[in-house]
């Protein structure tokens, strides 16, 4: 059964670029950043990873060609949908004809982090590619998992661009912490040695302790508002995310877009309860 698409309006900005393309412009008009994310994730088929590779090396040379968003937008990518769960290597071949198109065209990748089943290989396909293409790739870490401490150390150590966020998938207690005091502690542990030793890292969180904890580091250590940024996801916390620009603060939108919306739309309603109220609020108006 497929679902009707206005569940997840609010979280998805279209089921394709084009229906995308209101929203990127009216954030990107506020002073806002954009990453772009066609959704798909976990292909099993290698044509259908093919398909994905060139449908992300089309929207690199979209952004490079658009002339309203081209120095705001960047690209978040699944590696899973280039085929990472068929081949590793499939995989990285795929990756680097897609950051070759990156550097040519300019435009920054960063690779999302997934479930922890494919963390190690995720890490481990960007610590290939990364020497070849280091402006125009970067990676994500969650807090969550309780190996992340080693990976931010060899991520500063490779002066690699970091998305720190909490981590959104279900994991087991062993590989994951699973209390939120514990997961917040570990997110400022190491947004404060991104901030201090890595370059430009992403601080991507709608938490106000977590945003007011890194305003106040940055404040203290008088760290200037263009070394790091913060990130939020398309139709969460949309007014925050414009006041933390106006405060001088560099604020990126991460905007989902296309028909395989439906994992992604889940974690948002697994996320936060309240996530699930908006929704069924708006089946009753409908
Ligand atoms: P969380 O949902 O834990 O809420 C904590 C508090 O924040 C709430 O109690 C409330 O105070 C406040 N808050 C949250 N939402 C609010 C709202 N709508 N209105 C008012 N207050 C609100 N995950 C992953 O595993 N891999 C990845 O690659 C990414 N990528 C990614 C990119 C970006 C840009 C973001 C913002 C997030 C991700 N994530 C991710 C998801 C991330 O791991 C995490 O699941 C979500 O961001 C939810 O955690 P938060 O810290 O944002 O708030």
Known sequence: ???????????????????????????????????L?????????????????????????????SRNFRQEA????????????????FCLANLRMLLEAAKKHDVFVRLDMEGSDITASTLALFESAYPDYPDHV????????????RDVERMCALNARVR??????????????QDMNVIRERFMVYAKRLIERSRYPAIATH??????????FVGERAIAADRFEFQM???????????????????????????????YFTRRLRERKENVWFVLRNLVRK
């Open 1 to 35: 059964m497929k679902l009707p698409f206005f569940l997840a309006k609010r979280f998805v900005a279209g089921e394709s670029f084009d229906e995308a393309l209101p929203a990127i412009r009216t954030l990107t008009d506020k002073g806002l950043f954009v990453t």
């Open 37 to 65: 994310d066609m959704l798909g994730e976990y292909v099993k088929d290698r044509q259908v990873a093919h398909r994905s590779r060139d449908a992300y090396i089309d929207l690199v040379k979209v952004v490079d060609a």
């Open 74 to 89: 960047s690209i978040s990518i699944k590696l899973s949908m280039m085929g990472q769960k068929i081949d590793p290597d």
């Open 138 to 149: 970067g990676i994500v870490l969650q807090a969550y998992l309780k190996r992340t401490e």
């Open 164 to 177: 720190m966020c909490k981590g959104a998938y279900k994991e087991p207690p062993d590989l994951a912490y």
């Open 207 to 216: 938490d106000d302790l977590l945003i007011n904890a890194t305003k106040e």
């Open 233 to 263: 996801l398309y139709g969460i916390r949309p007014e925050t995310q414009v006041h933390l620009r106006n405060e001088g603060f560099n604020m990126r939108v991460y905007i989902p877009y296309g028909n395989e919306w439906v994992p």
